[in-house]
């Protein structure tokens, strides 16, 4: 069964924002294609992807410029070799809400 939490409203998402689920950290981001949320940290090291660059559907970490799927979470470019976590989204009345995909990692 799907957990939503709701994490902000619509207007608060101007481009990226990261916001804190339980212990998780995740990263939305609005685009063209609809909103998207991955967990926040990179999966190579410690940093930020909400810090990092969004261009043709993959966020670039702005540390060593790993990419990922916006939509799966999946590797796209190195140095990373495992995925980052994925959530859904939906809006209702202007309010986001998100339910994770995945498991949090160990
Ligand atoms: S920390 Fe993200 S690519 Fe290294």
Not at 83 to 89: I, N
Not at 99 to 105: F, G, I, L, N, V
């Amino acid at each position: 069964m799907d957990v939503w939490t709701r994490v902000a409203t619509e207007k608060e998402l101007v481009t990226t924002l990261s916001v804190t689920v339980g212990d998780r950290l995740v990263a939305l981001f609005r685009t063209d294609e609809g909103i998207f949320a991955l967990d926040d940290i990179c999966s190579h090291e410690y940093s930020r992807l909400s810090e990092g660059e969004v261009w043709a559907g993959e966020v670039y970490c702005q540390k060593h410029g790993s990419r990922f799927n916006l939509r799966t979470g999946s590797v796209t470019g190195l140095p990373a070799t495992l995925p980052v976590g994925t959530w859904d989204v939906k809006v209702e009345d202007g309010e986001i809400w998100i339910a994770s995909r995945t498991p949090e990692p160990s």
